[in-house]
Nanobody
Framework: QVQLAESGGGLVQAGGSLRLSCAASGRTFSSYTMGWFRQAPGKERDFVAAITWRSGRTYYADSVKGRFTISRDNDKNTVYLQMNSLKPEDTAVYYC?????????????????WGQGTQVTVST
């Protein structure tokens, strides 16, 4: 069983920065893709960013491109999401996810392992 644990959420003023971490334990394979999703109250769970373990290829939602950076440390089985220039509309619960598939990486239904989520709140 693969277990994911997010950390780094909190309350930040608009324009500030946060770095989220996702530590994976259990069975983790180099062929996996790691993704970040977020869900605001009353909204659907939306794709934020993803990265492949083997090559480090990255994918970003248009809404965060240029502000967020996803990276990974393969030796630690840890993925990071550096969030800069935060906006109030970034407020959501952020979830880390993992999948062995190499297709449909931007769709939440492609991911079979999920963390519990961490709250990010951006104030004005």
């Amino acid at each position: 069983q693969v277990q994911l644990a997010e950390s780094g959420g909190g309350l930040v003023q608009a324009g500030g920065s946060l770095r989220l971490s996702c530590a994976a334990s259990g069975r983790t394979f180099s062929s996996y893709t790691m993704g970040w999703f977020r869900q605001a109250p009353g909204k659907e769970r939306d794709f934020v960013a993803a990265i492949t373990w083997r090559s480090g290829r990255t994918y970003y939602a248009d809404s965060v491109k240029g502000r967020f950076t996803i990276s990974r440390d393969n030796d630690k089985n840890t993925v990071y999401l550096q969030m800069n220039s935060l906006k109030p509309e970034d407020t959501a619960v952020y979830y880390c996810a993992a999948t062995p598939v190499n297709y449909s990486r931007l769709v939440s239904s492609s991911y079979n392992y999920w963390g519990q989520g961490t709250q990010v709140t951006v104030s004005t």
